[in-house]
């Protein structure tokens, strides 16, 4: 069975930090990309970042280049993401996602997301 959860939100004041984790199960991890999205109350689901397990290459939406930084511990089957310099907008539901590509539109896995609340 495909699991993907999510750990590590949480609120934080603005300018702090969190890691987020997530850890994966029930599939060749070293296959597949993982992506970090997020949902704000009201707003579409955004990509956040995403990295190739296999190459360890990796994107970042704007709004998160240089405050986040997406790795992975395939030792672990784990990603994780670290968000520096948090704003009240990265407020939402936190979730990892698994695909063959970043650049994939259907990703294939969902975890069950991570609250994160940013207060200003």
């Known amino acids: 069975e495909v699991q993907l959860v999510e750990s590590g939100g949480g609120l934080v004041q603005a300018g702090g930090s969190l890691r987020l984790s997530c850890a994966a199960s029930?599939?060749?991890?070293?296959?597949?990309?993982i992506g970090w999205f997020r949902q704000a109350p009201g707003k579409e689901r955004e990509g956040v970042s995403c990295?190739?397990?296999?190459?360890?290459?990796?994107y970042y939406a704007d709004s998160a280049k240089g405050r986040f930084t997406i790795s992975s511990d395939n030792a672990k089957n784990t990603v994780y993401l670290q968000m520096n310099s948090l704003k009240p907008e990265d407020t939402g539901v936190y979730y990892c996602?698994?695909?063959?590509?970043?650049?994939?539109?259907?990703?294939?896995?969902w975890g069950q997301g991570t609250q994160v609340t940013v207060s200003s």
């Open positions: 996602a698994a695909d063959l590509t970043c650049l994939s539109t259907i990703y294939d896995y």
């Open positions: 029930g599939f060749t991890f070293d296959d597949y990309t």
């Open positions: 990295i190739s397990i296999s190459d360890g290459s990796t």
